[in-house]
């Protein structure tokens, strides 16, 4: 899961020159704000990443209890050394889309605000069910929080699909996926692969152990320049995007 994060923070550094290497059609971008514009490109990457880990990573640790205290640290506020770095939740799903919000047209603005206020309800209802909750503090487990986390997760699932819905509105492509609900053919209606994410999350793990902490902090300029890929054989972020 910290993998995930890594690389979505990572691709937030991805030009938009490069965005539509793929050759498709630029849709409506070109009639939206620079900014929007610019935006969309910097971000879809990434939030296409955390949607993939909401239901390959994050579901599933909310159906098992005893993974409850790893849901708890990603919506915890980082305060290392003073200095407050914000939840992963706050950086993978809440930024990104505040971001892209705001970059945007009235009229989408308010949709896409809209859906994002939604998830924020949704994560704190995911946090207040699941905290206090650890697999070493033997504790009596009320069914009823069980029942609120897996509620709020699809309270999040649907808010990120309105949010998405909007966004493939505004730039005038079908390019974000949006999550499907639970159940025994959602991977194959989501239609993207999960062997995939899982093997992203793998490998970017591995580059970030070989690095340490150094290679953390400066993880979003390597990004950019490509050497992660090449040392690391970290997939071609925009190919994993597309799964072409």
């Known amino acids: 899961?910290?993998?995930?994060?890594?690389?979505?923070?990572?691709?937030?550094?991805?030009?938009?020159?490069?965005?539509?290497?793929?050759?498709?059609?630029?849709?409506?971008?070109?009639?939206?704000?620079?900014?929007?514009?610019?935006s969309y490109l910097q971000y879809r990457i990434p939030l296409q990443i955390s949607a993939d880990y909401y239901m390959w990573d994050l579901q599933g640790?909310?159906?098992?209890?005893?993974?409850w205290g790893e849901i708890n640290e990603i919506f915890q506020v980082n305060n290392n050394k003073g200095q407050g770095n914000p939840s992963r939740v706050e950086r993978d799903f809440v930024n990104p889309m505040r971001i892209l919000g705001l970059s945007m047209p009235p009229d989408v603005a308010d949709e896409m605000r809209d859906a994002q206020f939604e998830f924020e309800r949704a994560a704190q209802g995911i946090t207040k069910a699941t905290k206090g909750v650890r697999r070493d503090l033997p504790v009596e487990l009320d069914p009823s929080d069980l029942k609120n986390a897996q509620l709020s997760w699809e309270k999040g699932r649907l808010a990120i699909n309105s949010f998405f819905?909007?966004?493939?509105?505004?730039?005038?492509?079908?390019?974000?996926?949006m999550i499907p609900p639970a159940g025994p053919n959602q991977t194959k209606e989501y239609g993207r692969s999960?062997?995939?994410?899982?093997e992203l999350t793998k490998k970017t793990k591995l580059c970030q152990n070989r690095g340490g902490p150094t290679l953390s902090q400066a993880w979003g300029g390597l990004m950019i320049t490509g050497y992660l890929q090449d040392s690391c054989g970290i997939p071609d972020l925009e190919e994993y995007f597309y799964q072409r």
């Open 61 to 67: 640790k909310i159906a098992d209890p005893d993974s």
């Open 1 to 38: 899961a910290a993998a995930a994060a890594a690389v979505v923070g990572g691709v937030m550094g991805l030009s938009p020159t490069t965005a539509m290497a793929d050759g498709s059609e630029d849709g409506l971008l070109s009639d939206l704000p620079p900014e929007a514009a610019r």
């Open 165 to 177: 819905a909007s966004l493939n509105a505004a730039v005038g492509m079908k390019e974000m996926t």
């Open 194 to 198: 999960q062997k995939r994410y899982f």
